[in-house]
């Protein structure tokens, strides 16, 4: 990040840049040469603003010489040789479950197997469209050359701080037959995604974050499919009349798509795809992924409030709930902050090794810390304000917070110190 970047970071206001007073149009982003981080920052990061960038940016990638055929189609015989014998999940497009669809886990040989069929019988089976989702390829794979992680992408705190305790990470590869779909969804803890087409197309419909309120049942759901047309009856969907269309992206094949935090989506395969994304946060979308656990606590304290007063550790009770449904905690996210506070202190230290924007392009993993001091700091400013939001909510003050370490009010003290030492 540049100097200026940062100076214009720090006037930033997101209500300055409200979804609808930037009009229904997403910028597609042509030419690498003349695209930096900064701009990326400026323009579409800070303000949540989708873009597309051109098959430019990942035309170097392996995967789309690998992955895929002469004709532009998925290379069945090379993901057979290379990956064959690996357990992948696969939902059933056909089949609803929740808002979601069921899936098993099956070898991916087994996969490409159905696929090949699917297509020879005229994209029809008696088992149904079946979609390859959320393979943890890079997981499995950490030594691959298919892809790299787009420079634009590299401040990713969620797989930062997941890899660091080994334990998940948020990369995923996904492949599957024309017709295939995800179903209507915000991502997992309000995190920014980020999508390329190794080859194929998909449609994407975008809804500004807000919009979702309009698409409720009148039982408060969120809708399986926002296309479906039940959504024109009143009677069910009674706000959807003040609902604005969706924002329509078609994403061509080696593009890839930055879908802004909080935004609900519904996405197509439009032919044979495979594309790989990560889910990622970042200093300016983690005040977003806060107020969402806010939230789902709450959502949580509501089903078990009967309990209240019967039970001595109901608040923890809470806690175990969400961490289970969710994914995270109170303690585990302050935990996370910690960790980004202190790679983003080592990065100061360091100065040397840490020049801004003198890096590749396209730079290699981890590569947060690559983004240079100005970086560093805007990330700190980041986790010291949501360490002091933290610090003002009852439900986190009531988990025994002094016990923590160290505890958040004596790192966010020091992260203060530190911040004044650099300005
Ligand atoms: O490509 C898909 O089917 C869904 C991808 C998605 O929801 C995302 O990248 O956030
Ligand atoms: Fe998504």
């Not at 149904?128 to 990713?156: A, I, N």
């Not at 996405?267 to 790989?276: A, Q």
């Not at 995270?328 to 506070?341: P, Q, R, S």
């Amino acid at each position: 990040m540049d100097k200026e970047a940062f100076v214009f970071s720090q006037d930033f206001s997101i209500t300055d840049s409200s979804s609808c007073s930037h009009g229904r149009y997403v910028d597609h982003i042509d030419d690498p040469v003349s695209f930096s981080y900064s701009l990326f920052f400026k323009r579409y990061l800070l303000p949540n603003r989708p873009c597309v960038f051109s098959a430019k940016f990942t035309n170097d990638w392996g995967s789309r010489k690998r992955w895929v055929t002469q004709d532009g189609r998925p290379n069945f015989d090379h993901l057979l040789k290379k990956f064959g014998k690996t357990i992948v999940p696969v939902a059933n497009c056909d089949v609803k479950e929740y808002n979601s669809n069921p899936k098993e886990r099956i070898p991916l040989a087994e996969y490409i197997c159905y696929w090949r069929e699917y297509i020879q019988n005229n994209y029809c089976s008696s088992k149904g469209c079946l979609y390859l989702k959320d393979w943890h390829m890079y997981r499995e794979f950490p030594e691959q050359d298919d892809y790299k992680t787009p420079v634009f992408f590299t401040s990713d705190w969620l797989n930062e701080y997941w890899d660091a305790i080994a334990v998940d990470d948020y990369r995923f590869v996904y492949m599957g037959p024309k017709g295939s779909w995800t179903p209507f969804h915000a991502d997992v803890f309000r995190s920014y995604s980020w999508s390329a087409n190794v080859c194929g197309r998909k449609k994407w419909l975008l809804f500004p974050p807000g919009q979702e309120e309009y698409l409720r049942d009148c039982n408060g759901n969120l809708p399986y499919d926002v296309t479906s047309p039940d959504l024109q009856d009143s009677s069910i969907y009674p706000s959807f009349r003040q609902s604005v269309q969706p924002i329509e992206v078609i994403q061509e094949d080696g593009e890839m798509i930055f879908v802004p935090s909080g935004w609900h989506h519904q996405v197509y395969n439009l032919e044979d795809t495979i594309s790989i994304n990560h889910n990622w946060v970042n200093g300016c979308n983690v005040s977003i992924m806060w107020h969402f656990l806010q939230v789902e606590l709450e959502a949580v304290e509501q089903e078990i409030i009967e309990w209240k007063e019967t039970m001595d550790d109901w608040h923890l009770h809470c806690q175990i709930i969400m961490k289970s449904c969710t994914g995270i905690d109170y303690k585990e996210f302050y935990t996370f902050l910690k960790t980004i506070a202190e790679n983003r202190i080592q990065v100061l230290q360091n100065p040397l090794k840490n020049k801004g924007e003198a890096f590749p392009l396209i730079s290699s993993e981890p590569a947060s810390s690559n983004l240079g001091p100005y970086h560093a700091v805007f990330d700190l400013q980041r986790v010291v304000d949501v360490i002091a939001a933290l610090l003002t909510n009852l439900d986190f003050r009531k988990l025994g917070i002094e016990s923590f370490s160290p505890p958040p009010a004596e790192l966010l003290n020091h992260l203060k110190g530190v911040l004044s030492s650099v300005k």
